[in-house]
């Protein structure tokens, strides 16, 4: 009975801290917004995603400062404002020291700020409003299919762009396997571009991918032999 009491409280606090390690604290930050007309954020974006809508993370997206940016790491993070919006990283917000960081220089380091899609800011205040204070913490985030891997480069140079990664969202190591070599560990070019100089044409490719929680996901024969550059296979979900 005791061996039985021992497990179920180990169960118990293990639970406990799980649950804590998933949510994290509300920390203050500003936000601001971009029109979607006159910023690039939907169509462009320091992440390498592209068009939004297409690469699935929608209207509700932001680009961070580089306090929050980490050099392109954060890309794909979800975040939950307060008052409650649910957006993802796509961007880099840069900073401006020519201006106050109190009034126009919003993203000078450090300061952690969001500049918001047009649609996710008006989600927590009114457009007319200049910059706003906010509340913000890290959430799971929620995808639907599989991650999905757009292959691009020459055949000297092999890139693919990681993105529509489920829970952590934050992409730390990718690895590539074609059916002729072992695992090769690629390395971050931008954003959530990821590159190798191994010549891969002409064989299926398996995807190692590891997020910032330490989970790591394997998707097997994801591009067959004939893939194409330019093309977007989908693989495993986490």
């Known amino acids: 009975m005791g061996a039985l009491k021992a497990i179920l409280l180990y169960f118990i606090l293990y639970q406990t801290w799980k649950i804590a ?20 954020i939907i169509v ?81 205040a009114e457009k007319k409003a200049d910059i706003v204070p906010v509340q913000h913490r890290r959430v799971k985030c929620d995808r639907r299919g599989g991650l999905r891997f757009t292959v691009s480069g020459n055949f000297h140079f092999y890139q693919v762009l990681i ?22 560990p690629m390395a971050r070019n931008w954003g959530q571009n990821w590159q190798s100089n191994i010549n891969l044409v002409g064989q299926p490719l398996s995807f190692e991918v590891t997020t910032s929680r330490r989970r790591t996901l394997t998707s097997y024969n994801v591009a067959p032999a004939n893939w194409q550059f330019g093309q977007i296979f989908e693989g495993k979900q986490f």
């Open 21 to 40: 390690a998933d949510e994290e604290e509300w920390k203050s930050a500003t936000a601001t917004y971009v029109k979607e007309t006159s910023g690039s």
């Open 44 to 124: 462009e974006g320091a992440c390498g995603y592209g068009d939004l809508h297409r690469a699935t993370y929608g209207k509700y997206s932001a680009g961070l400062s580089s306090m929050l940016f980490n050099r392109g790491s954060t890309c794909g993070v979800c975040f939950e404002g307060s008052p409650s919006v649910i957006l993802t990283a796509t961007d880099f917000c840069s900073p401006n020291y020519g201006l106050s960081s109190e009034y126009g220089g919003w993203c000078n380091f450090p300061k952690e700020h969001f500049e918001m899609s047009e649609a996710a800011f008006a989600e927590i």
């Open 163 to 184: 993105s529509n990664v489920g829970l952590d969202g934050e992409v730390i190591a990718v690895k590539v396997k074609g059916s002729r070599t072992a695992w090769i």
